[in-house]
Antibody, heavy 122, light 107 residues
Framework: QVQLQESGPGLVKPSETLSLTCTVSGGSITTHYWNWIRQPPGKGLEWIGYIHHSGSSNYNPPLKSRVTMSVDTSKNQFSLKLSSATAADTAVYYC????????????????WGQGTMVTVSS | IVLTQSPGTLSLSPGERATLSCRASQSVSSTSLAWYQQKPGQPPRLLIYGTSSRATGISDRFSGSGSGTDFTLTISRLDPEDSGVYYCQQYVGPPLTFGGGTKLEIK
């Protein structure tokens, strides 16, 4: 079955760029929209944005100026870059699949990675 | 759209029924409201999408209802395994938002 796995540095210095990759295994990255969601310790979920293999993307307005997402179809991976990181960006970062396709009306996140903790600290 | 969940914490006994509320600041299409369960150290798990459709493998003890700005997740015959935090989520259009969560304790 399709699985997602996040990877990237667990520690980022303030003002540097936080970079994460999500690897999609067991299925094609071209079938869905792919998302990043984060969760600060002890807090709720925040949607960061989505990317599609066509290049279409959309980011949450509070983060939009600092976020870049991309897709590498040859590696079946998509990535997140969050620039000018601060302590407020410390969180568990999840990659997740949006379930809706041209034929499936599932408007929710139906598949999640296990998450990766990123700490922003000097 | 802001989603407000209540109560913040719900403590119930096994076998009882839980009723979790999610109120939206604007009307949400019934196709665009979902519920997730999250346990400590785990990613959220999709329970309900489209207000009332159960995700694959989800017990029929979980049911969703509602329309407009008021939505409800009902869990019948509570089991200790139902403990966790429950989040509602909407996608009328970007930005997608989550509610703040309801913590369900089964004692």
């Amino acid at each position: 079955q399709v699985q997602l796995q996040e990877s990237g540095p667990g520690l980022v210095k303030p003002s540097e760029t936080l970079s994460l990759t999500c690897t999609v295994s067991g299925g094609s990255i071209t079938t869905h929209y792919w998302n990043w969601i984060r969760q600060p310790p002890g807090k709720g979920l925040e949607w960061i944005g989505y990317i599609h293999h066509s290049g279409s993307s959309n980011y949450n307005p509070p983060l939009k100026s600092r976020v870049t997402m991309s897709v590498d179809t040859s590696k079946n991976q998509f990535s997140l870059k969050l620039s000018s990181a601060t302590a407020a960006d410390t969180a568990v970062y999840y990659c997740a699949r949006w379930g809706e396709t041209a034929t499936i009306k599932l408007r929710a996140f139906d598949l999640w990675g296990q998450g990766t903790m990123v700490t922003v600290s000097s | 759209i802001v989603l407000t969940q209540s109560p913040g914490t719900l403590s119930l006994s096994p076998g009882e029924r839980a009723t979790l509320s999610c109120r939206a600041s604007q009307s949400v299409s019934s196709t665009s409201l979902a519920w997730y369960q999250q346990k400590p150290g785990q990613p959220p798990r999709l329970l309900i999408y489209g207000t009332s459709s159960r995700a694959t493998g989800i017990s029929d003890r979980f049911s969703g209802s509602g329309s407009g700005t008021d939505f409800t997740l009902t869990i019948s015959r509570l089991d200790p395994e139902d403990s966790g935090v429950y989040y509602c989520q909407q996608y009328v259009g970007p930005p997608l938002t989550f509610g703040g969560g309801t913590k369900l304790e089964i004692k």
